[in-house]
């Protein structure tokens, strides 16, 4: 089965950074965008940001991550990464990568692969 398959999520201390890798379990990433998706406790599942096929263009799925939060891309490693600086408790959550043929959407069912995530939690 195609998925996704995220890594790097663990317990850090406010104000601490991550960095979430995700790849494409045997397929390439390359040629799809990819979103970060991010579910806490007792919430719906929220898009964080997302970056298009090329890396040419990217988007701030929820605003509680500007300035804190970047994404990037490195085709040639068939890897998508999530920066997180800054941390705050209310970014404790499991994060998904997912993959869209299409472009850059905070609407999950527009993606075709996901990953099983990678748990962060940000807690003193």
């Known amino acids: 089965q195609l998925q996704t398959v995220e890594s790097g999520g663990a317990l ?7 960095r979430l890798s995700c790849v ?10 990819v979103g970060w998706f991010r ?3 007792g919430k719906e599942r929220e898009g964080v940001l997302c970056i298009s096929s ?3 263009s ?6 509680s991550v ?4 970047t994404i990037s891309r490195d085709n040639a490693e068939n890897t ?3 920066q ?3 941390l705050k408790p209310e970014d404790t959550a499991v994060y998904y990568c997912a993959a869209s043929p299409i472009s850059c959407s905070d609407k999950g069912d527009e993606y075709d692969y996901w990953g099983q995530g990678t748990q962060v939690t940000v807690s003193s």
């Open 12 to 18: 850090v201390q406010p104000g601490g950074s991550l």
């Open 24 to 33: 494409g379990s045997e397929f390439s990433l390359n040629g799809f965008a």
């Open 39 to 41: 579910q806490a406790p």
């Open 54 to 56: 090329s890396g040419g």
């Open 58 to 63: 990217t988007a701030t799925l929820t605003k």
């Open 66 to 69: 500007l300035g804190r939060f």
């Open 80 to 82: 998508v990464y999530l």
């Open 84 to 86: 997180m600086n800054s």
